[in-house]
């Protein structure tokens, strides 16, 4: 008989830990949560970039929780910038991943005799850059808005600022809008019908576009000079048309 049975010594029965046994994820992470103040975690996360904060919310279920609230959000957004605030909610939490200049811009309200040069001339901007980032496809677009996106060309003209997440379905683009001059009081209309003229207007503008064979803003310019009627659009359309056809003698 084997006397190290005897004596108490290792059993070949008795259960042993495996060998290079893993560690528990779960177990790390809620040590982990343990050793960080929920205030102190807050403030490390907030400073953090807004790609960064993103994959900090993939660590355990607290840093998910920090990094996904607001206020941790903006504040990370508006870092880079040195902006004071941001109102509204974005369509998608994606929007706050990325902090760029491009998803700020100017709003400039659209006045009688504005041409986009003009406007490029006054924010000191390229025309094609206010074209491209308000879906313009000619400088005829200006007619059919009441306002245009700025792109940002100095950075510096929004420390300290407010702005306002808003889609703005003519650049079909969501964007933080500075106002320069402050925000006008008409917005506070109800988001509905603002949506719901918008989309009339459209379906107005599709109307005349298909007819005249025309690209978005000829047929926007045929509509402001027509002050929206569609079928006086049509008619001063048509009569331009002849205008230049009788002058090529064609």
């Known amino acids: 008989m084997d006397s190290r049975g005897a004596a ?7 259960p042993a830990d495996p060998p290079g046994a893993e560690p528990d994820p779960a177990a790390d992470s809620d040590a982990m949560d343990a050793r ?3 205030d102190l975690l807050r403030a490390v996360l907030q400073r953090l970039p807004p790609i960064d904060l993103a994959r900090s919310a993939c660590v355990c279920r607290a840093w998910r929780a920090v990094a996904s609230d607001r206020a941790v959000l903006e504040a990370a957004f508006c870092a880079p910038w040195g902006v004071r605030r941001v109102i509204g909610e974005p369509e998608t939490q994606a929007f706050w991943r990325v902090a ?3 998803r700020f811009a100017l709003s400039h309200a659209v006045r009688r005799g504005d041409t986009v040069p003009g406007v490029a001339l006054k924010y000191s901007v390229q025309v094609t850059d206010i074209k491209r980032f308000n879906n313009m496809m000619s400088d005829h677009g200006i007619y059919s808005r009441e306002r245009l996106l700025i792109p940002i060309s100095n950075p510096e003209i929004l420390l300290g600022s407010t702005c306002y997440i808003e889609m703005d379905h003519n650049a079909k683009r969501e964007v ?3 106002y320069p001059e402050g925000r006008p009081g008409g ?17 107005i503008l599709e109307s005349v576009r298909r007819s005249l064979h025309v690209d978005d803003g000829t047929a926007a310019y045929y509509l402001s000079v027509s002050e929206g009627d569609p079928r006086a659009a049509m008619m001063e359309y048509s009569e331009d048309l002849m205008w230049e056809l009788q002058r090529t003698g064609q």
């Open 176 to 178: 933080a809008v500075f």
């Open 36 to 38: 960080l103040p929920a």
């Open 8 to 14: 108490g010594g290792p059993d070949a029965s008795s």
């Open 187 to 203: 917005k506070t209309e109800s988001l509905a019908n603002t949506v719901s003229a918008q989309r009339r207007s459209r379906r």
């Open 100 to 102: 760029t200049l491009g």
